[in-house]
């Protein structure tokens, strides 16, 4: 279909990302299945990981950046007793260290030392930009640059399967996390080396994998139903925003928030909330301040189907 026959979409697709694309390149393919005008992913996966790809389509792309921010759940195998230029698959093997002194008591220790708050010095095969250059373009070029250590939380880190140089690891971390750093640094501290060999992402926010369709599934339901059976899986924006304190306003008060004025409610600050009109119509997200100010952040188009 030509550009100008594209259709207002509103919602929330999740897609399950198959291997060997990148996270735009899929993002692309579910654009046009839908046909929709304006469409953007919410946290890239690579090229040679897999699982939950957010899509948002038109005003649910506003709400974005709040499901960047959200923690992620992910599913990962790695091989014991070697090491790659990028820490998966897709690089050079540089180190090789012995993996027999390894047993179900050491890997239990090294998984505790890495449960909460840890330090991650991130790739240089990372999507990171320094001065406005991706790092992975840097490090293909063989340049390597500083990168300032940061902190993130590993909430859950559980063992799911070990058996002599293959290890397969659930993990649930914040925003920021890098897996592949995460499978490193647990190699070195085994006091041998290891690499990412399959990633996928099984958890964004409070979305999960039990709600992700293949690009195959979705062209299916395109092909014999039309739109009515694709729109059918759209999930509402507000449903990106779940884990947030919802702010029940009345009809003057949501009137109020739309028009920008100021008005104020009894309640305890909070820098982060959903706002939603009297019984359950999504309007935006904002904040309370200190003296209870209603202040937006992002609303809703008026006219834009939100629920």
Known sequence: MSKHSTRQVNGIFLLDKPIGISSNQALQRVKRIFNAKKAGHAGTLDVLASGLLVICFGEATKFSQYLLNADKGYRVTAKLGERTTTCDGEGEVIERKPIKHIDKKLLDAVLEKFRGEITQIPSMYSALKHKGQPLYKLARKGVEVERKPRNVIIHKLTLLDWNDDK?????????????????????????????????RRLGVGSFDA??????????????????????????????????????????????????GRRFYLPVNPISLVQFVEKPNHFIGVGEIEADGRVVSQRLVNTTASSQ
């Open 210 to 259: 039990s709600q992700m369709f293949t690009l195959e599934q979705l062209q299916s339901l395109y092909d014999d139903g039309a739109f009515v059976a694709i729109d059918e899986k759209l999930l509402p924006i507000s449903s990106a925003l779940a884990h947030l304190p919802k702010i029940i306003l009345n009809s003057e008060q949501a009137k109020q928030l739309k028009m």
């Open 167 to 199: 290890l397969s690891l659930d993990v649930h971390c914040s925003k920021g996390t890098y897996i592949r750093n995460l499978v490193d640094d647990i190699g070195l501290a085994l006091d041998s080396c290891a690499y990412v060999t399959e990633l």
